[in-house]
């Protein structure tokens, strides 16, 4: 299989920041905060499909929502070629940065539907104190939020 240079793409949100990481230009004044830098084939995806393995920055100024993503037989039963799961590795924590892995306890559905109905679902997260250099894993199905002050890939 040949190498590939990949080439960037910055992905302004309204949660990122204006300085970024070592190697990435910061935002010019009056710019839009950059939240994601993704890593891309050349000229976009070569068969227009999603990339297997998607690999971005992310830099963080506010918390980003509560996620859930559906494994493989999940995705497929909605159309789509697979599901996906996450691994984060923290480059630059804030001192009280945390990321959310999981609930405090064992919630049924019904349970997590109506605490994200009720906007309580934040409070019942498993909120980690990260630090630069942790690494953590987050399979299709668990739930997960980043929290605001990382940078992490």
Known sequence: ????????KRVEKPWGRDSLWPG???VPEGGDPVGE?????????????DPELLIKYLFTSEKLSVQVHPDDKAARARGYPRGK???????????????ALGTLKVMTREELR??????????????????????YYSPAGTIHAIGPGLTLV
Request: glycine share 8%.
């Open 1 to 8: 299989m040949p190498a590939i240079r990949l080439t960037t």
């Open 24 to 26: 990435f230009a910061d």
């Open 37 to 49: 830098i993704w890593f891309e084939v050349p000229g976009g995806k070569a068969d227009g499909a």
């Open 85 to 99: 799961d996450e691994a984060w590795v923290i480059l630059a924590a804030d001192p009280h940065a945390t990321i």
């Open 114 to 135: 109506a605490a994200a109905l009720d906007g309580s679902i934040e409070d019942r997260l498993d909120w980690k104190a990260v630090r630069a250099g942790d690494y």
